[in-house]
């Protein structure tokens, strides 16, 4: 199983609003290390959105937006358009793992 | 603009050692991490290791008995070996810069199978 929490799914109506959590704990996100989170389409690479928990990647419109609480970090993505159907992935550091980089299991959203 | 490819055979036999090289454009390799990461079918994506510019390597825990990740500056590449395939090494494997986040490429799949 993956060390960082995500929902497996989620969904929303075009024009609505979603927010994907990603949960880890006291030796990643709680431990101050920065999250990122990466859009994936099926046969592409997986591509920055969001890196140190809230600063968006180049290109990614202010719809899209990060933040973080204590062992958590959340994707939240307004004015769902089609084009947002993909797999997001949370990524950060974990100091419990010799140098490990951790995961989440991923979200796909279904708009 | 930074481009990653993977290159590698798409079939390997159980038992068997799994080669992968991975080609950099746009940067050189004397900066940064360079890293393998697979995704299983149906699960989340999974760290192999990384090799620092200077050659210092750091694998998974559970996969460091069967990991070698070199770096070939001459020819811009890096490059991923897994020995003692089994069915649970079928994934999409992917190469990647590391700095703090990840710049990927677009994975190639292997499949372990007789």
């Known amino acids: 199983h993956s060390v960082l929490s995500q929902p497996p799914s989620v969904s929303g109506a075009p024009g609505q609003r979603v927010t994907i959590s990603c949960t880890g704990n006291?030796?990643?996100?709680?431990?101050?290390?920065?999250a990122h989170w990466y859009r994936h389409v099926s046969g592409s690479a997986p591509k920055l959105i969001i890196y140190?928990?809230?600063k968006r990647a180049l290109g990614v419109p202010d719809r899209i937006s990060g933040s973080k609480s204590d062992t958590s970090v959340y994707l939240a993505i307004s004015g769902l358009q089609a084009e947002d159907e993909a797999h997001y992935y949370c990524?950060?550091?974990?100091?419990?793992?010799?140098?490990?980089?951790?995961f989440g299991g991923g979200t796909t959203l279904t708009v | 603009q930074v481009q990653l490819l993977e290159s590698g055979p798409g079939l390997v036999r159980p038992s068997e050692t799994l080669s992968l090289t991975c080609s950099v454009s746009?940067?050189?390799?004397?900066?940064?991490?360079w890293s393998w990461i697979r995704q299983p079918p149906g699960r989340g994506p999974e760290w192999i290791g990384h090799i620092h510019y200077l050659g210092t390597t750091t694998y998974n825990s559970a996969l460091m008995s069967r990991v070698t990740i070199s770096l070939d500056t001459a020819k811009n590449e890096f490059s991923l070996k897994l020995t003692s395939l089994t069915a649970a090494d079928t994934a999409v494997y992917y190469c990647?810069?590391?700095?703090?986040?990840?710049?990927w490429g677009q994975g190639t799949l292997v499949t372990v199978s007789s």
């Open positions: 140190e928990n809230t």
């Open positions: 990524q950060s550091f974990d100091n419990s793992l010799s140098g490990a980089v951790v």
């Open positions: 746009g940067t050189s390799l004397s900066r940064y991490y």
């Open positions: 990647a810069q590391y700095g703090s986040y990840l710049y």
């Open positions: 006291g030796s990643n996100i709680g431990a101050g290390y920065d």
